[in-house]
């Protein structure tokens, strides 16, 4: 278990301590063996209960927000295409794209749009197929 992350749960159930002063934190590699030490804070040491729950947050945190970067890449990925559809219809182009192709892409950049609002558990997340 990564002590880093272990101080952001604490950082995140009392927000007002500041970073690595007047405690420190051991694990036995496992969320229910967190120890802390040299507990100097008015407010009552967080329980085991409340630094699981903590970290799990954390955790879940960190997940949304690597789906959120591969979703992003993703876009940025395709984006430029339909860029260059739109730009070749404007200017009276023969698009290098097929209208059903270009239909399959708008189709995939808005799967990919609409992942967050799909999907509660970032464990449940399943990315489209990539048009061809």
């Known amino acids: 278990m990564d002590v880093s992350k272990i101080k952001l749960c604490i950082e995140h159930i009392f927000p007002d301590i500041i970073k690595d ?3 420190y934190l051991y694990d036995k590699g496992n969320i229910n063996d967190i120890f802390i ?3 100097n804070y008015p407010q009552p040491q967080p329980t085991q209960s409340e630094l699981k729950s903590a970290y799990l947050q954390v955790l879940e945190k960190g997940k949304w927000q690597e789906i959120r970067k ?3 890449d993703l876009l940025l990925k395709h984006e430029w295409m339909v860029i260059r559809h ?3 219809k404007a200017l009276g182009i023969t698009p290098k794209l097929t209208a059903e ?3 399959r892409l708008l189709t995939y950049s808005q799967e990919l749009r609409d992942i967050p609002q799909k999907y509660s558990n970032p ?4 990315f489209p197929v990539e048009p061809t």
């Open 21 to 23: 002063v007047n405690y």
């Open 37 to 39: 030490g040299n507990w």
């Open 101 to 103: 192709q270009y239909t």
């Open 70 to 72: 591969k979703r992003n």
């Open 123 to 126: 464990d449940d997340v399943v």
């Open 86 to 88: 739109v730009t070749q």
